[in-house]
C-alpha cells in the first residue's frame, strides 16, 4: 500500500509499481513476497485500482475532517475544458490545519465534471460539492477566480449568486492572472510583436518536424557547449501557460550562435529573420522583460506566499524594468539586451560567436522591414511598451491591495 501511494503521489505510471514491487522483493523488504507466483497484488491492474480507490477514501476523509475543522475556508475555482471536450471545475480550498491552531494550507480537492460552463452548471455543481463536503457557508470568506464573466458577472455570476448566500464573501481575480493579462494586453500594441511570435513559432515548427534537423541543432549546440553539457533545446510556446512565451524567448535567445549557423545552412529564410536587426532586437529584449515578468509570476504562484508581500514584488518588477529600459542608458543591467547591443555597436552590426574550439562565426545583421506594414523604431517604441507595461502590472495588483483593505 505505501508503495503504491509513493507512485501515485509522484504522478507516477502505475505500471513503476510492479517494478518497484518486484525490486522490494529483490532487496528483500520485510512483509513482501517471495515470488510473485504467491501473490497476484503486486501485478494485476485491478489490485492496483483497488489499492489506489482505497487511499482516495483515506486521503479524501482525513482532508475532510481538517477542512470541516478549519474556522474558515476559501475557495480556488477554474472552469477548464479537458482533450475530449469533457467540460469541468477544478476546485482548490484554502484553510487552516489543527482547527485553526495549525498552519495555512491550500489543497486541491477535486476536478469536478459540469454540463456546460454557464454560470448555472457552475454554481449548481459547486453548491452540490460543498454540501457532500458538508462545509458550512458561514465559514467560507473568500472566493478566487480567472475574472471571467461566467465567474463575475454582476448578475448571474458565479460569485454573485454565492454572494447571495454568504453577503460576507470576498471575492478576487486570481493575482498571476491578472499578471499575465496585464502583460498580454502591453504588448498587443504593435503587429510586429506578435510577428516575433510567428517567428518563435517557426523556429520550433522548423526543428520539431524533421529528425535529421533536431540532430544537426544538437551537434551545433554542443560544439557552444550551450545549455548543461551542451544539452538545450528549442522550446514550445503555450498560449495557456502563463510562463511559456519568457521561456521560449529566453530558450531561443541562448540558443542563437546554433540557430543562426544551422540556418544559415539549411533554411535561408530563418536565417534571414534571424539575422534582421528588429527582430533580433526584439527576441533579446522579451527575453529581458518577460523572464522578469515570468519571476514574479513565480513569486505569485509560491505555496505560501505573504499576501502583504504581494505590493513589494509588483514594485520590485516595475522598478527593474524602469531601471532597464527607461533609465539614462537604454538595456543597462538587462542581460540580454545589453549583451546583444554591446556586441552590435562594437562589431558594427556583426554578431560574432566563439564555439568551444575558439573558432569565430559571424554574422551580418541588415535593417530590412521585418514584415509588411513595419513602422516599428525600436528604441522610441519600447519605451512607451515599458511605460504601458508598468502600468498594466501595477493595475493588476490594484484590485488586490484594495480588496485587503
Not at 470568506?141 to 449568486?161: H, K, L, P, Y
Amino acid at each position: 500500500m505505501q508503495t503504491l501511494w509513493f507512485v501515485v503521489r509522484r504522478n507516477f505510471p502505475f505500471d513503476e509499481f510492479s517494478k518497484l514491487c518486484n525490486f522490494q522483493c529483490f532487496m528483500r523488504t520485510p512483509n513482501m513476497p517471495i515470488a510473485s507466483e504467491y501473490s497476484a497484488y503486486t501485478s494485476t491492474i485491478s489490485a492496483r485500482k483497488e489499492f489506489a480507490n482505497a487511499i482516495k477514501q483515506a486521503y479524501w476523509e482525513r482532508l475532510k475532517e481538517e477542512i470541516v475543522a478549519s474556522p474558515f475556508y476559501s475557495l480556488q475555482i477554474d472552469e477548464i475544458t479537458d482533450v475530449s471536450t469533457q467540460q469541468n471545475m477544478i476546485l482548490y480550498v484554502t484553510y487552516m490545519r489543527e482547527h485553526g491552531n495549525g498552519c495555512i494550507c491550500t489543497s486541491f480537492v477535486d476536478l469536478l465534471h459540469v454540463k456546460n460552463a454557464e454560470a448555472e452548471s457552475l454554481y449548481s455543481t459547486l453548491i452540490a460539492f460543498l454540501d457532500k463536503m458538508k462545509l458550512p457557508f458561514h465559514k467560507m470568506i473568500g472566493i478566487a477566480t480567472d475574472g471571467a464573466s461566467v465567474m463575475i458577472g454582476a448578475n448571474n455570476g458565479v460569485v454573485s449568486r454565492l454572494k447571495k448566500v454568504v453577503p460576507h464573501l470576498l471575492s478576487f481575480h486570481c493575482v498571476a492572472h491578472r499578471e499575465s493579462l496585464a502583460a498580454g494586453d502591453a504588448f498587443k500594441l504593435y503587429k510586429e510583436f506578435k510577428f516575433v511570435d510567428k517567428v518563435a513559432r517557426k523556429l520550433y515548427e522548423w526543428a520539431s518536424r524533421s529528425a535529421k534537423r533536431r540532430l544537426s541543432l544538437a551537434e551545433v549546440v554542443k560544439d557552444f557547449n550551450l545549455g548543461r553539457n551542451g544539452k538545450l533545446k528549442l522550446l514550445k510556446m503555450h498560449d495557456v501557460r502563463w510562463l511559456s512565451k519568457g521561456q521560449v524567448m529566453i530558450r531561443i535567445v541562448r540558443l542563437m550562435p546554433a540557430l543562426l549557423n544551422v540556418l544559415k545552412a539549411e533554411e535561408a529564410d530563418l536565417y534571414a529573420y534571424l539575422t534582421n536587426y528588429k527582430i533580433e532586437f526584439l527576441l533579446h529584449f522579451f527575453a529581458d522583460v518577460l523572464g522578469e515578468l515570468n519571476v514574479l509570476s513565480c513569486k505569485l504562484q509560491e505555496d505560501h506566499i505573504d499576501i502583504f508581500a504581494i505590493g513589494n514584488h509588483l514594485k520590485a518588477s516595475i522598478e527593474s524594468l524602469q531601471m532597464a529600459f527607461l533609465g539614462n542608458v537604454f538595456g543597462c543591467e538587462a542581460m540580454y539586451t545589453q549583451l546583444f547591443l554591446t556586441k552590435v555597436i562594437n562589431q558594427h552590426g556583426i554578431i560574432d560567436y566563439i564555439d568551444s574550439s575558439g573558432n569565430s562565426h559571424s554574422h551580418q545583421l541588415h535593417l530590412g522591414p521585418m514584415c509588411d506594414e513595419d513602422v516599428l523604431d525600436p528604441h522610441e517604441t519600447l519605451h512607451g511598451v515599458v511605460n504601458n507595461l508598468a502600468y498594466m502590472v501595477r493595475r493588476s495588483g490594484a484590485g488586490h491591495k484594495k480588496s485587503n483593505l
